[in-house]
């Protein structure tokens, strides 16, 4: 509650701060991140002692929604499989911007123990959707999982808003330049050609959404 | 009862339907029977009041370098006596009745089977795939299984 006390500063505090309106709003948006009640595997059940009591992960200001056009961010908890890999996509695309991704375990981060004999299994989530977090952990434990929560706060606190491609790096202004050209490119052909290209839909803002930009050019 | 008894009195019922019985320390006694006549021989295990095997812990396939086999996994829990059958199948063909209406656990183990190994049940009431998406090609516990590269434009392989 530092802006509060600066508020009630007996000597200074006369009511005002001074500050951009991109960091209030930045800092309201970090503070009370909504995450999509959504669970895998057995990180699931990690992800339940998170919620309940003990660990009280509400304090962070993280509050379940149970439909992901409500949420902020999507915590993939577990094995996913490619079963599930489709529905995965769903949820993210259902979800509205600005929207974030949290890898969490091994499975989730690069498939795990089934890296080798696992032909069912997503060889980590970021080949369907761009991760912000990888929490690493075979299941994370709490704290853990709740140093990568603060990152993603951190992330999400010193986001542009307004001006965006001003202050974006280099690198990724390049990549979202690329990402639009090539968007365009892809448009152009599916009107002339009349068909759809199912992996231009999952493009965020991640400069890791060339690669699926790449896939799609493949198949 | 034995699985010596068990093994006796289903020869004497079925004759030579009934093939063999492997006794030993390192596994659970396990009779081999032909496919034609499994749902009779199952009904007779259940109903029999000698038997009374009124559960089926498992059903499960096997792929051998011979034969794809059913093994079924059989507990009677008011005799606390059980019995492991097996069936073995041709490779080219691998087909036998479902046993869905003498034990009805029977029904997603059969589609659990049918799903890895590619054994066909004749006249299950919904024989599809359970584990894998619909869509999959090929029965992934078979030890000829390769794995495909892509699955929906997702790249398999690590």
Known sequence: MGLLNRLDDPIQGDGIILGTVEDLLNWGRSKSDWYLQ?????????????????????????????????????????????KMADRIKTLYEQMSEPRYVMSMGSCANTGGPYWEHGYHVVKGVD????????????????????????????????????????????????????????????????????????????????????????????? | MTANEIYEKLKSEFGDEIISLTEDAANEAFIVVKPQRIVEICLVLRDDPNFKFDYMANLTGMDYPNNLTVVYHLYSIPLNHRIVLKVELNKENPSV????????????????????????????????????????????????YKEPETYHGVKIAY
């Open chain 1, 127 to 219: 080949r369907l959707i761009p991760v912000d977090v990888y929490v690493p952990g075979c299941p994370p434990r709490p704290e853990a999982f709740f140093e990568g929560l603060v990152k993603l706060q951190k992330m999400i606190s010193t986001q542009a808003i307004f001006r965006k491609r001003e202050k974006m790096s280099a690198e990724d202004l390049a990549a979202l330049e690329l990402r639009n050209k090539k968007i365009q490119e892809y448009n152009e052909r599916a009107a002339q050609e009349n068909i759809e290209f199912t992996n231009a839909k999952h493009v965020g803002y991640s400069r890791y959404s060339l690669d699926f930009l790449n896939k799609g050019e493949q198949s």
């Open chain 1, 38 to 82: 959504f669970g895998l595997a057995c990180c699931a059940i990690e992800f339940m002692a998170l919620n309940a009591a003990h660990f009280d992960m509400m304090r962070f200001g993280a509050i379940p929604r149970t439909s992901p056009r409500q949420a902020d961010f999507i915590i993939v908890s577990g094995t996913v499989t490619l």
């Open chain 2, 97 to 144: 009745e479902s046993v869905e209406k003498v034990w009805k656990t029977a029904n997603w183990h059969e589609r659990e089977a049918y799903d890895m190994f590619g054994i066909i049940f004749e006249n299950h009431p919904f024989l599809v795939r359970i584990l894998t998406p619909y869509d999959w090609e090929g029965h992934p516990l078979r030890k000829d």
